[in-house]
């Protein structure tokens, strides 16, 4: 099992930026595909941004040209560069690993956007 720790999540005014903060327990070459969720309240979890560990990108079409994931392997840790955020950004952000036998869910955190 894949241990998650996020951070960065906060309350911002709409067209702020924020960084969230993957943390996993184990090096991340080692996990097929890292994502950051987010789940609105009243509404399904969705799909935000992905990276595999290929090093291959995936965006929601609703933030693309906001938003920017990446890692940094030394520290197996994943982040999502969050730009001109909107209100309907606000949601707690999951981080999520995916390999071939399991997929593993960080505790999340908030996200905040005042307008």
């Known amino acids: 099992q894949v241990q998650l720790v996020e951070s960065g999540g906060g309350l911002v005014q709409a067209g702020g930026s924020l960084r969230l903060s993957c943390v996993a327990s184990?090096?991340?070459?080692?996990?097929?595909?890292m994502g950051w969720y987010r789940q609105a309240p009243g509404k399904q979890r969705e799909l935000v941004a992905t990276?595999?560990?290929?090093?291959?990108?995936n965006y929601a079409d609703s933030v693309k040209g906001r938003f920017t994931i990446s890692r940094d392997t030394t520290r197996n840790t994943v982040y999502l560069r969050m730009n001109n955020l909107k209100p309907e950004d606000t949601a707690v952000y999951y981080c999520?690993?995916?390999?071939?036998?399991?997929?593993?869910w960080g505790q999340g955190t908030q996200v905040t956007v005042s307008s």
């Open positions: 999520n690993a995916a390999t071939t036998l399991r997929t593993d």
């Open positions: 990276i595999t560990s290929g090093g291959s990108l």
């Open positions: 184990q090096t991340i070459f080692s996990i097929n595909t």
